[in-house]
Antibody, heavy 120, light 107 residues
Framework: EEQLLESGGGLVQPGGSLRLSCAASGFTFSSYPMSWVRQAPGKGLEWVSAITASGSGTYYADSVKGRSTVSRDNSRGTVYLQMSALRAEDTAVYYC?????????????WGQGTLVTVSS | EIVVTQSPATLSVSPGEGATLSCRAS??????LAWYQQKPGQAPRLLIYGASTRATGIPARFSGSGSGTEFTLTISSLQSEDFAVYYC?????????FGQGTQVEIK
């Protein structure tokens, strides 16, 4: 059974940095692109970032471009989201998601999320 | 950039009745559209991809249709577990984009 477990969320001050991790199991991690999607409190879903199966290609929403870096370690079955220059509007639950397959880039399985709160 | 718009924002339905949710893209996305269901405190769940293909384990009462810019999710007879928020997402171009969601509530 596929499992995704996010970690690394918490309270961070404006302008600060944070690295989120997502540990995957139950599927061949190195064969699938991965994505991050966030959801501000009481709001809808916002696509944040994606990374190809090999890690050679990355994609970002304009709202985080230049402030975030997605990466993966296929030997560890883990995908990361490094975020810097955090703002109050980055406050959200961050979901890690497995992508259905290369060329599609829609999530077919989601983790339970980790909450990031940006506040002084 | 493609903007995805869902309507209505809220849909009030009695159990056993049907529901029709709409999703519109600002430019053609062919059939590259997915639908998700999210219940309070839970992660989203994939329902439909390719505009009309049900994901594994999704009941037949959920169906999707459309192509180009206009899409529909139909729930034929709402069960208690179907009251939730539904999102559509285009995956035709970068950046990927979700609609703002339709909440299906008990009438």
């Amino acid at each position: 059974e596929e499992q995704l477990l996010e970690s690394g969320g918490g309270l961070v001050q404006p302008g600060g940095s944070l690295r989120l991790s997502c540990a995957a199991s139950g599927f061949t991690f190195s064969s699938y692109p991965m994505s991050w999607v966030r959801q501000a409190p009481g709001k809808g879903l916002e696509w944040v970032s994606a990374i190809t199966a090999s890690g050679s290609g990355t994609y970002y929403a304009d709202s985080v471009k230049g402030r975030s870096t997605v990466s993966r370690d296929n030997s560890r079955g883990t995908v990361y989201l490094q975020m810097s220059a955090l703002r109050a509007e980055d406050t959200a639950v961050y979901y890690c998601a497995k992508i259905y397959g290369s060329g599609t880039y829609f999530p077919d399985y989601w983790g339970q999320g980790t909450l990031v709160t940006v506040s002084s | 950039e493609i903007v995805v718009t869902q309507s209505p924002a809220t849909l009030s339905v009695s159990p056993g009745e049907g529901a029709t949710l709409s999703c519109r893209a600002s430019h053609s996305i062919n059939n590259n559209l997915a639908w998700y269901q999210q219940k309070p405190g839970q992660a989203p769940r994939l329902l439909i991809y390719g505009a009309s293909t049900r994901a594994t384990g999704i009941p037949a009462r959920f169906s999707g249709s459309g192509s180009g810019t206009e899409f529909t999710l139909t729930i034929s007879s709402l069960q208690s577990e179907d009251f939730a928020v539904y999102y559509c997402q285009q995956y035709n171009v970068w950046p990927r984009a979700f609609g703002q969601g339709t909440q299906v509530e008990i009438k």
